[in-house]
């Protein structure tokens, strides 16, 4: 049983998506203006991380993070900058795929709001027509937050004077709270087309879109970073609910800041770490440890000291990956143990069902940490010792198990692989011209492939454009 924290109720909630093993995730991404820095790292980390470890329990998770590819923030970017605003698009999206590819961060769908104005247009229309919204004289629609009781709930700010935004279009708004679906064009921005004139989507709208044209009308997951709580995250909330008429998110689930100096860090804040940097300083395996070191509700704090101990845990792993290959081949299956070979196994087997447990009490990863920590100190003094071939399964499989969620080394998976088979061959196929079908955006028959492969008993993961396959 997974237990997660729902920021809906504030409290934790037993996991039972709509329809098991489907899980469907969607997390807000990043508006791509500027390079990826090591807080948005964290808050993508953190979600991979969670996907992971609900696929090793057996869900099948579809996870969608879309780039906010039009944007205020964009469009200021390209001025100051003299360029065309698709150019810093270009730039930082790729700097942003990048950052993803180097963590081992992957990612079903990576949706882009300029690639869905129409079905954007057809959401607002809904809304006007259903009542909630309304058009001012700009040409710029409203939603009227007044209409939606469930308002706040979210967020559970309740004064309402807490829920002024949008300030500099107080003028043409019903209440100071009503937010923008989309946006009159100003002269010289980009702008499509709509039945209300050339315009823009307004920020919430694009996720309540694209979130349901990949995952339908009901969501599983809907993660974030905690800043995005109020107003974006309540604001999906009204829209999407009166859209559809039914309870839209099951679970919300936020990340908490990455800090520096106890500050979030931020670009306005001028304290950042980009991602690169990081990865060129400490290498993406100790820096997604040290990511995902504490509960992903809580802060965590830059520190050097701490990457530093993140890369000793990352070195030790890898040893002992090595160590259980070598040692494995060699090892003789026997059936006995001997007293101090079943306490090693007992503590091993301790260590495993500890991470198991803080894992799924809503993903505690600082606790689950330690499970490494301890894993490492057990195989060096005890089970490297014995060269017992059930101790090293036995330590090899949790080594398996700590990386499909850590994924600090890639290779440990794969090195254990027997010879590539006809069988092997035929799935590359498959997964090839699957990959084919995704670039044509045939997703129906992409997604048959995937799920008809998955009953033969191989999984598929997206990386990108790029595809890796493994057994279940
Ligand atoms: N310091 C941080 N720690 C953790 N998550 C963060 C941090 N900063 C941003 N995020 C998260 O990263 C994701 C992408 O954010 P977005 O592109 O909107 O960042 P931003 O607000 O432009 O960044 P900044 O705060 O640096 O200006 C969001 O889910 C956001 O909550
Ligand atoms: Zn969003």
């Known amino acids: ?24 995730m969607y997390v807000c991404g990043p508006t791509v203006y500027d390079y990826t820095h090591i807080g948005h790292a964290r808050t993508f980390t953190v979600f991979d991380a969670v996907k992971r470890y609900l696929r090793l329990r057996g869900f099948d998770v579809f996870h969608v993070q879309n780039i906010t590819d039009i944007d205020d923030k964009i469009i200021n970017r390209a001025r100051e900058e003299g360029r065309d605003w698709r150019d810093v698009v270009e730039e930082y999206s790729r700097d942003y795929f990048e950052g993803l590819r180097s963590l081992g961060i992957q990612i079903d769908h990576h949706p882009r709001v300029t690639d869905h104005i129409p079905d954007i247009i057809r959401f607002v229309h809904g809304l006007i027509e259903k009542g909630y919204a309304y058009v001012a004289e700009s040409g710029s629609v409203y939603f009227e937050v007044d209409k939606y009781p469930g308002y706040g709930m979210l967020s559970g700010s309740l004064s309402k004077e807490a829920w002024r935004q949008e300030e500099d ?18 002269p010289g921005e980009p702008s499509w087309e709509s039945p209300w004139g050339r315009g823009r989507p307004g920020w919430h709208i694009e996720c309540s879109v694209m979130s349901s044209r990949y995952l339908g009308s009901r969501i599983d997951i809907h993660g974030g970073g905690v800043d995005l709580v109020f107003p974006h995250h309540e604001n999906e909330r009204a829209q999407s609910e009166s859209y559809f008429g039914h309870r839209w998110v099951k679970y ?3 990340a908490s800041y990455l800090t520096i100096k106890g500050e ?7 304290n950042i770490i980009p991602l690169r940097e990081a990865l060129r300083e400490w290498g993406p395996g100790p820096l997604r440890l040290w990511l995902l070191s504490s509960h992903y509700r809580s802060n965590l704090d830059y520190s050097e000291e701490a990457l ?17 290959g070598r040692r494995l081949e060699r090892a003789e299956p026997s059936g006995r143990l001997g007293d101090n070979e079943l306490e090693t196994l007992a503590k091993l087997k301790r260590v495993i069902s500890g991470w198991h447990e803080a894992m799924s009490d809503d993903f505690n990863m600082g606790k689950a940490m330690s499970s490494l920590w301890e894993f490492t100190t057990t195989y060096f003094r005890e ?8 101790l090293l399964w036995l330590s090899w499989r949790i080594l398996t198990a700590f990386n499909s969620v850590y994924a600090f080394s890639p290779d440990i998976m794969e090195s254990r692989r027997p010879e590539k088979t006809l069988e092997d061959s035929l799935v590359q196929a498959l997964v090839d011209v699957r990959s084919e079908l995704r670039k044509r955006r045939m997703y129906d028959l992409a997604d048959d492939i995937r799920n008809r492969l998955a009953e033969l008993g191989f999984i598929l993961h997206d990386m990108g454009e790029k595809t890796e396959w493994r057994r279940k």
């Open 383 to 390: 089970v490297e010792q014995t060269e017992s071939y059930t």
């Open 308 to 324: 530093g101990q993140y890369r000793r845990l990352y070195e030790r792993l890898r040893q002992a990956a090595d160590s259980i």
């Open 169 to 186: 279009v107080m003028h043409e708004k019903k209440s100071p709270y009503d937010f923008a679906l989309w946006k009159a064009a100003k």
């Open 1 to 24: 049983m997974i237990r997660v924290f729902n920021t809906l109720g504030r409290r934790k909630e037993v996991f039972t998506p709509h329809r098991p093993p489907l899980v469907g």
């Open 264 to 270: 979030k860090m931020s670009k306005s804040l001028g």
């Open 252 to 254: 919300w689930l936020h």
